[in-house]
């Protein structure tokens, strides 16, 4: 069971990327997935979640109406869309599976880990 998130890069402030989630090993389109964030220094900071059918999503204060998380089952993968990044949102983002929670909810908590994609957002 591995997670690996991509898509990471240098963008300037304002501008926009787009975080991919997929898995090896097990279908992402049975589990709740949730995109974290660590900044050197800095506490795990938990950006997004989907819940198993995507009907619940759920966003840290920082980043709504800026960030969307997606799932596209038809890719089996999870997406996080990025627009207007801010010099603050600098990290390595990774993202996390659940299978353990009832189907319309945000899990706190999360079994499986990937290794991150790095964010820098500078001028």
């Known amino acids: 069971v591995q997670l690996q998130a991509s898509g990471g890069g240098l963008v300037q402030p304002g501008g926009s990327l787009r975080l991919s989630c997929v898995a090896y090993?097990?279908?992402?389109?049975?589990?709740?997935i949730a995109w974290f964030r660590q900044a050197p220094g800095k506490e795990r900071e938990r950006v997004s979640c989907?819940?198993?059918?995507?009907?619940?999503?759920n966003y840290a204060d920082s980043v709504k109406g800026r960030f969307t998380i997606s799932r596209d089952n038809a890719n089996h993968a999870v997406y996080l869309q990025m627009n207007n990044l801010k010099p603050e949102g600098t990290a390595t983002y990774s993202c996390?599976?659940?299978?353990?929670?009832?189907?319309?909810?945000?899990?706190?908590?999360?079994?499986?880990w990937g290794q991150g994609t790095q964010v820098t957002v500078s001028s």
């Open positions: 989907v819940s198993i059918n995507g009907d619940s999503t």
């Open positions: 996390a599976a659940d299978d353990k929670s009832r189907p319309n909810v945000c899990p706190r908590t999360y079994d499986y």
């Open positions: 090993g097990f279908t992402l389109d049975y589990y709740a």
